[in-house]
């Protein structure tokens, strides 16, 4: 199968899920005509990519940010993240794997000791530290890591407000809108692969938008999750930013002036200025 072949395919199961998945009609659109595109291109979309960039990509008809995002994945790494969550197949361990110079071991240990899920997860950890504090991650291998990511998310981690993050405000009522739709029993549930030997549709998705950005939630099915009880209270919220999806992870805090309320991992000063609390220096949420 050619490259463009191979893309097409991947953003038509894209589309199809969210059809099945109840997700914006526009948003479903978007994806169908992404694949059409691809599929009538003269020229190959990994040279386009090559010899252009995204911004070659963006200029295609029909395709925008997010499905230039989609086939820049597919041709660089053969993979979609966005198919496997929605296919039920999202393993953070696995997704760690695929930045060079983290085998498997490493891969296991900052899933399960830093609670790093997301390449997105990894550039912090690597920008505030954390990777350091590992056994093997050495400043070399740091400044790596930091290089093939810069690549792969398409940027230099700069700011926050560069690197476009949705207002707290926004992402605790997704976070609510979820809980309270799950707990309804309104959303459509799919099966993760993972810890789920059985196949059983138990984990409610949710696709939704503020508006022009559009969201996808999930209770976290991670192995941290399981292990600490935490799989139907962590929710993960996947959004649109301007170099592409971010992730983030609402929490209820355990601790502190923020204790019993709902917060975002990484963002507790914001989350106690929403609440109109005062928040220590070195408070941490969850």
Request: aromatic share 4%; glycine share 10%; charged share 30%.
């Amino acid at each position: 199968m050619d490259i463009n072949a191979q893309v097409a395919r991947r953003l038509e199961e894209v589309a199809q899920l969210l059809e099945d998945q109840g997700a914006n009609v526009f948003r479903i659109h978007a994806y169908r005509r992404g694949a059409e595109t691809v599929r009538r291109l003269a020229r190959p979309v990994n040279e386009i990519l090559e010899q252009e960039g995204l911004e070659g990509l963006r200029r295609l008809p029909g395709v925008g940010d997010r499905i230039a995002g989609a086939i820049r994945d597919v041709v660089r790494t053969g993979r979609l993240p966005m198919l496997d969550r929605l296919r039920g197949e999202s393993d953070p361990v696995k997704i760690l794997q695929t930045v060079p110079g983290i085998g498997p071991v490493q891969a296991a240990r900052l899933h399960e000791d830093l609670g790093i899920d997301s390449l997105e997860d990894l550039e912090a950890g690597a920008h505030d530290g954390r990777l350091a504090d590992v056994a093997g991650f050495g400043a070399k291998r740091v400044a790596g890591i930091l290089d093939s990511l810069a690549t792969r998310l398409c940027r230099v981690r700069p700011t926050r407000e560069d690197a476009g993050d949705a207002p707290i405000a926004e992402l605790l009522d997704v976070d609510r809108e979820y809980r309270e739709r799950a707990g309804a029993g309104d959303l459509h549930k799919i099966a993760p692969r993972r810890f789920n030997p059985q196949r059983e549709a138990w984990l409610p998705i949710l696709h939704t938008h503020r508006g022009e950005r559009h969201y996808t939630a999930l209770f976290s099915n991670t192995g941290r999750a399981h292990k600490l009880g935490k799989t139907l209270e962590w929710v993960i919220l996947y959004y649109d930013g301007p170099s592409g999806e971010r992730q983030c992870t609402a929490v209820t805090s355990r601790v502190g002036p923020l204790k019993d309320r709902r917060i975002v991992r990484g963002r507790e000063q914001e989350c106690a200025e929403y609440y109109g609390l005062e928040l220590a220096p070195m408070a941490r949420g969850a």
